[in-house]
C-alpha cells in the first residue's frame, strides 16, 4: 500500500549523505515523501584501492538540498515542519581544526588502503569488545593507517567524526552524533554504547577528539539560529540524533522484529535483523540500532548491483553505459538455475561476510564454449542469492528466530528477474518496499519519534505507521531445491582459492600499480 498524503501534523526534513550524492526530503506523519532534493558529490581515487571525498561537500550538499526542499513548501506548510533526522555512509571520516575544516580528505567506508593494519590489529577480542568483524570498511583500521603514514594530521585534529557528527556540528555548532552513526567506526565497547580507550589507542585518537554521542532518536540540540533565518523556518527545530544508512534501510523497511529482515539490493547488498541482545559472530557484524538498546545483525556483500552493473558495462551492450538492458534480463531469464554448469564467486570487491577477506578476488568457474554472455550474468546474480541465503542461514542461528519474510530495497529490486532469483535462491517471499530513498525514510522515521508524532518515542511504532510496500515476489520452491545443490558446489570456491587470492595479493605488493592518479579534492 502506498501513503496518503496527511493534511496536517508535523513534517521532518530527513538528510542522507551517502556515497555518491546527498539527498533531503520532506516527509509526513504517514512517510509520505513530499519534496526531494539531491547533489552529486564527487568521489576522489589518489590511488589504487583509496577512496576519499573532501568533506566540505558533506555539508555543502546538506545545506544546497535543505533549503532546496524547503523553498518548495508553502509559508503554512513550512510552519509544520518540526524536526531535522540525518543518515549518512557508515564507516567514513575526516579529521577536522577547531573551526571545522577538514586537516585532509576524508576516507571512505569502501577504501582499501588499510589490508596491513586489518592484519596487525584485527582479532577476535577487537570483534567482540566492537562487534566488527576485521575487514575493510570498519574505519578504525583506516585510522589507524593515518596514525602510522600521517602521524601529524591527528596530532594537528580538533575532533574527529564521521560524516553524521560533521553535518550535526554544521546544523547545531556542536560536535554531537548519535550512537548508531559513532558506532560503526569501530571505536565503540558496543556493549555500553559507549568509546573503548583500547579502541581509541588502536586508531590513535583520544576521546577529546571525537563527538559527544547521544542516544538515536534524541534531541542532539536545536538548529542554529542563522540557518533557521536562512531557511525561512518560523521557529528553532531540535536536531534528532540518526544512524547508519544501512540501520536506516531496516527502520524505513519496518522491519523492526528478529523474523522479518531487510534486504538492500544497492551498490553492496546488505541485509539485516534487530536483535534486543548482543551477539558476536565470526559472519555477520553487530551494529548499535535506531531502536534505542537495540542491535542490529548485519551481513555486508560488497559486489551487489555494482557487479551486475559493471558486467553490463564492460561486456554488455557499450550504448546502454551500463544502464539496465531489458534484452539482456530476457535472455538470462531463459537459461536454467545453475547456468548449465557456471557458477561465480562474487568476490570482485574483496568479501566481507562471511569470510571478510580483503584480498579475496572473483572468480567464474565452469566455462565451456556453448556459454553466452547471458549465461555469466546470471550466473553472477545467482551467486550474489548463493551468498545471501548462506549469510541468513548464519543470521538465524544468531537470533534463534526463523525469519519469516524480507523486506527489499534499493536498485537491484528494479529487475523482476533479480528479485525472483533471490527470492528462489533463499527461499522467502521478498516485499518491496516503495520508497525509493528507504535509508531517509528511516532516518525520518526517527525524527519523528524524536517528537513523539505517533503518540511515544517508540521507533518501531513510528516505522510501522510511516513504511509503505509492493508487490511480494514468492519463492519457486522447486527451483529453491535446486539451486540449494549448485549453492553447495559454490560454497567450496573459495575455502580452494583462498591461497591463490593470497599470493595474487603478495605479487601485487611486489608490483604495484602505477595508476595515474585522479584530481585531489581542493580544501
Not at 378 to 406: A, D, H, W
Not at 411 to 440: F, H, N, Y
Not at 441 to 469: N, P, R, W
Request: aromatic residues 8%; proline residues 6%.
Amino acid at each position: 500500500m502506498n501513503a496518503k498524503k496527511a493534511n496536517d501534523g508535523p513534517l521532518v526534513i530527513a538528510i542522507d549523505s551517502s556515497t555518491t550524492s546527498t539527498k533531503a526530503i520532506i516527509v509526513d506523519v504517514n512517510g509520505k515523501v513530499w519534496e526531494t532534493a539531491k547533489r552529486n558529490i564527487q568521489l576522489h581515487t589518489p590511488a589504487m584501492d583509496f577512496y576519499e571525498h573532501n568533506p566540505l561537500r558533506w555539508w555543502e550538499t546538506t545545506k544546497e538540498c535543505v533549503g532546496e526542499v524547503l523553498s518548495k513548501l508553502s509559508a503554512k506548510d513550512r510552519e509544520r515542519v518540526s524536526a531535522i533526522g540525518i543518515t549518512h555512509q557508515r564507516e567514513s571520516f575526516a579529521p577536522f581544526d577547531e573551526q571545522g575544516k577538514p586537516l585532509r580528505n576524508g576516507i571512505l567506508w569502501l577504501d582499501g588502503r588499510a589490508t596491513k593494519q586489518i592484519r596487525k590489529y584485527g582479532s577476535p577480542h577487537v570483534h567482540d569488545l566492537s562487534g566488527k568483524p576485521p575487514g575493510v570498511t570498519p574505519g578504525i583500521y583506516k585510522m589507524a593507517w593515518i596514525k602510522e603514514n600521517e602521524p601529524e594530521i591527528f596530532e594537528k585534529a580538533y575532533k574527529v567524526v564521521e560524516v553524521h557528527g560533521y553535518i550535526a556540528w554544521n546544523l547545531t555548532g556542536r560536535w554531537v552524533s548519535s550512537v548508531a552513526a559513532t558506532d560503526s567506526l569501530g571505536l565503540l565497547d558496543i556493549r555500553n554504547f559507549d568509546y573503548s580507550s583500547e579502541l581509541l589507542n588502536i586508531a590513535g585518537v583520544k576521546r577529546e577528539q571525537m563527538a559527544d554521542l547521544v542516544s538515536p532518536a534524541d534531541v542532539m540540540d536545536m538548529l542554529k539560529p542563522e540557518l533557521v533565518a536562512e531557511w525561512k523556518l518560523p521557529k528553532p527545530i531540535p536536531v534528532i540524533a540518526g544512524l547508519g544508512d544501512g540501520q536506516a534501510a531496516g527502520i524505513g523497511a519496518a522491519a523492526v522484529s528478529p523474523d522479518v529482515a531487510f534486504l538492500n539490493l544497492g551498490t553492496a547488498v546488505n541485509a539485516g535483523v534487530e536483535s534486543p541482545i548482543y551477539k558476536c559472530d565470526p559472519v555477520f557484524r553487530t551494529h548499535v540500532s535506531g531502536i534505542k538498546d537495540n542491535y542490529v545483525f548485519e551481513i555486508l556483500q560488497s559486489s551487489g548491483s555494482y557487479l551486475a552493473g559493471w558486467f553490463r558495462q564492460s561486456l554488455g551492450d557499450p550504448k546502454l553505459l551500463g544502464e539496465p538492458d531489458p534484452l539482456l534480463d530476457e535472455e538470462a531469464s531463459k537459461i536454467p538455475p545453475g547456468c548449465e554448469g557456471l557458477v561465480t564467486l562474487p568476490y570482485w570487491n574483496a568479501v566481507q561476510s562471511p569470510y571478510w577477506d580483503s584480498v579475496a578476488r572473483g572468480a567464474v568457474v565452469g566455462w565451456r564454449g556453448t556459454h553466452s554472455r547471458a549465461h555469466m550474468y546470471r550466473s553472477i546474480l545467482e551467486s550474489i542469492g548463493f551468498e545471501m541465503k548462506f549469510n541468513l542461514e548464519s543470521i538465524q542461528k544468531g537470533t534463534g528466530v526463523p525469519l519469516k519474510s524480507i523486506r527489499a530495497m534499493g536498485g537491484g529490486t528494479r529487475s523482476k528477474l533479480w528479485r525472483q532469483i533471490m527470492a528462489d535462491t533463499i527461499g522467502l517471499p521478498i516485499t518491496v518496499c516503495l520508497e525509493d530513498e528507504i535509508s531517509a525514510l528511516g532516518a525520518s522515521v526517527l525524527a519523528m519519534a524524536g517528537i513523539q508524532a505517533h503518540g511515544s518515542k517508540d521507533v518501531a511504532h513510528s516505522a510501522k505507521e510511516m513504511a509503505s510496500f509492493g508487490d511480494t515476489v514468492e519463492p519457486d520452491l522447486s527451483q529453491t531445491k535446486r539451486y540449494n545443490e549448485v549453492a553447495d558446489i559454490q560454497r567450496q570456491l573459495y575455502p580452494q582459492l583462498k591461497n591463490v587470492f593470497e599470493q595474487l595479493y603478495n605479487l601485487s605488493e611486489k608490483y604495484p600499480s602505477t595508476k595515474p592518479e585522479s584530481p585531489k579534492a581542493e580544501l
